[in-house]
């Protein structure tokens, strides 16, 4: 029956030896971070400390939930639409000098401005939007027309 040679043998021994230091040196590196921030150096103390860690995150993503979702509703209520239109109402002046604007938020709340202007004078009218719609005043076909552009 034929030997090994010794050499073979020394070899195999040497890899499993660095094969067996690597795993090694990676485990302890690992237990290294993971009891960075512990004060007693022990799995259990690790354990709990990222326990709690875990809870003081979750808490906080709660709360920044909260804060994003309140910030978001907030945001609905600023003017974000805008609606206008230059037009000429009258046959006595020439170019497009009266407008309209409209100022809304998500909510369709807002502010709508008209200017008339005509050779003697111009007259400038505001008119409250909510919901997209004004109630109190009659409103002309190129004021429907700004806040239905507003609204898009």
Same mark, same amino acid.
């Given at each position: 029956?034929?030997?090994?040679?010794?050499?073979?043998?020394?070899?195999?021994?040497? /890899?499993?030896?660095?094969?067996?230091?690597?795993?090694?040196?990676?485990?302890?590196?690992?237990?290294?971070?993971?009891?960075? *921030?512990?004060?007693? @150096?022990?799995?259990?103390?690790?354990?709990?400390?990222?326990? &709690?860690?875990?809870?003081?995150?979750?808490?906080?993503?709660?709360? /920044? !939930?909260?804060? /994003?979702?309140?910030?978001?509703?907030? *945001?609905?209520?600023?003017?974000? @639409?805008? $609606?206008?239109?230059?037009?000429?109402?009258?046959?006595? !002046? $020439?170019?497009?000098?009266?407008?309209?604007?409209?100022?809304?938020?998500?909510?369709?709340?807002?502010?709508?401005?008209?200017?008339?202007? &005509?050779?003697?004078?111009?007259?400038?009218?505001?008119?409250?939007?909510?919901? $997209?719609?004004?109630?109190?005043?009659?409103?002309?076909?190129?004021?429907?027309?700004?806040?239905?552009?507003?609204? @898009?």
């Amino acid at each position: 029956m034929s030997m090994i040679p010794t050499i073979y043998i020394y070899g195999a021994v040497a /890899l499993w030896l660095v094969i067996i230091t690597v795993l090694l040196t990676r485990m302890l590196l690992h237990y290294k971070n993971l009891t960075a *921030n512990v004060s007693k @150096k022990d799995l259990i103390s690790s354990l709990n400390h990222l326990i &709690s860690t875990s809870e003081r995150n979750a808490k906080d993503i709660e709360l /920044l !939930t909260e804060k /994003l979702n309140y910030e978001i509703n907030e *945001n609905k209520k600023h003017l974000q @639409k805008i $609606g206008f239109k230059r037009y000429n109402p009258f046959t006595d !002046t $020439g170019g497009d000098q009266s407008f309209t604007a409209a100022l809304l938020d998500d909510l369709g709340d807002g502010i709508m401005i008209s200017s008339l202007h &005509s050779r003697e004078n111009t007259r400038l009218y505001a008119k409250k939007v909510h919901g $997209g719609k004004v109630s109190a005043q009659t409103l002309s076909s190129e004021e429907q027309e700004v806040i239905k552009q507003a609204l @898009k």
